[in-house]
């Protein structure tokens, strides 16, 4: 059986290029299996940082590569807010296959000496050289000396031009249009977002579909969502640019756990009750269409079972804690670290994004918060103690961690991650992911402040 054959290719991808995405066309094309984009994560030789913030990072390749096949981009750097060093890339990606390291010329120069940037600079360089397999990329008027090259790489000429992405950011900065520099989507994105300028990335901001192309995802038991997605049918496409959700709120959650990763704002159309998500009427003709798009966060959840083991999960609503027994939860609340409520007896606690604030939170008691708000909330379910519980408003920066208490399996608790069963659980511990979101696009006409009114203060069923 012949073995399979990844190649690995790190950097901050910030923006990722049309030469990236053209190198990686090239590398399938030569016969590798997978190609891993692995965006760097902080590093202590680095210490100025990226220049757009992890989530836009995260999106701008996700789009970038997103259409490629045998292609995957590994957050898992990013994530973590750390880096793993090349030399751990073999076991990282063993159950992969065979690793591949994708490089430029540059890192071989005097190699020859012991003195090239990969035998210098990388962790256990001088035994990575040595041992592991090298991709070098180089322009075909400078190949690498044959004296600098490593005992196993393959040489990949790329014909692209290189701009190197200081030079597209700084284009951006001063005002210019990065063009066929980076692929289109990435383009809009950042023109979306004003990324590389000097203001502040926007969590609300607008745009257009001058050629909608849908993505339709209906609650199929539904007959008025079914009749709602005849309507659009014309505009369905194998290559979305947006992605319509008709049903309601469920609907939209379930949309988003699935498909987060395509990053196209999710449009809905409620066919449901409140349908706090959605929008209440689409023009049938989405063409040229203004959208207002919020950008909303996603939480990681990080849950510790009984028996020790660490399970990752992502909630675009909310996750929670909860007693699997007749007795009620102990349970300790720390923020960042620090212990903020010894000990809470209660029915359970749970975390909640602005978007799940109007939820499960608003029925313990929660005031729902407006889309943007840069605040997690935590609220309680019957708490007995301590006495005059209230919940709590944090800010969007803080991780919480709620741990059971419970010495002898009398007080079991379960957790749950946007109404999905996790399990049996010790811990959980939720804060706002650094590379999930999800962009919420209604139409102007949408008065999203008159909602969250509406949703506090219902009309009077009297009458």
Known sequence: MAIRKVAVFTGSFDPPTTFHRKVVQLLRERGFDEVILRLNGPRCDRPDGEHAAPVHRAAMTDLAFQNLPGVSVDHSDLDNGCSVDDYQF??????????????????????????????TLWPQGQELWKSSRFVVIHS????????????VCDLVAVHDEHVPTADIRLRVFLGDDPGHAVPEQVAAYIRRYRLF??????RETRLSLPKPRLLIIADEANPKSRAGAARFRHLESSDPNA???????????????????????????????????????????????????YRMPMMRVITTSLDGSVAHGLAYSDAWVERDSGQAAWLRVDVDG????????????????????????????????PLTAPV???????????????????????????????????????????GHPVGWVRAMEVGVSPVAAVELAFTPQFDLSARLLRSMFPPSEEG
Do not use: C
């Not at 008709?246 to 349908?275: C, E, Q, S, V, Y």
């Not at 209440?280 to 798009?293: F, K, R």
């Not at 408003?393 to 608790?413: E, F, M, N, Q, Y």
């Open 243 to 293: 992605i319509l959700v008709l049903g309601g709120d469920g609907t939209m959650l379930a949309a988003i756990r699935k498909h987060w990763r395509l990053r196209l704002p999710f449009l809905g159309l409620n066919a449901g009750t409140l349908g706090f998500l959605m929008n209440e009427a689409l023009p049938d003709d989405l063409t040229s269409t203004e959208l207002v798009v």
């Open 90 to 119: 073999d076991s990282v990606y063993a159950d992969r296959g065979e690793v591949w390291h994708v490089v430029s010329s540059d890192f071989l120069t005097d190699a020859r000496t012991g003195q090239s940037l990969i035998q």
């Open 197 to 202: 300028t000097d203001v502040p990335s926007p």
């Open 140 to 151: 075909p008027d400078s190949p690498p000396d044959a004296a600098d090259l490593p005992p």
């Open 338 to 369: 620090k212990t903020q409520v010894p000990k809470v007896v209660g029915d359970g606690l749970l975390v909640a994004t602005p978007a799940g604030s109007s939820a499960y939170a608003r029925a313990m008691g929660a005031t729902p918060m």
């Open 376 to 418: 997690l909330t935590l609220a309680g379910s019957n708490v007995f103690r301590p006495r005059f519980w209230k919940p709590l408003a944090l800010p969007d920066t803080a991780v919480v961690r709620l741990t059971s208490l419970d010495t002898t399996g009398k007080r079991p608790i379960r957790a749950f991650i946007d």
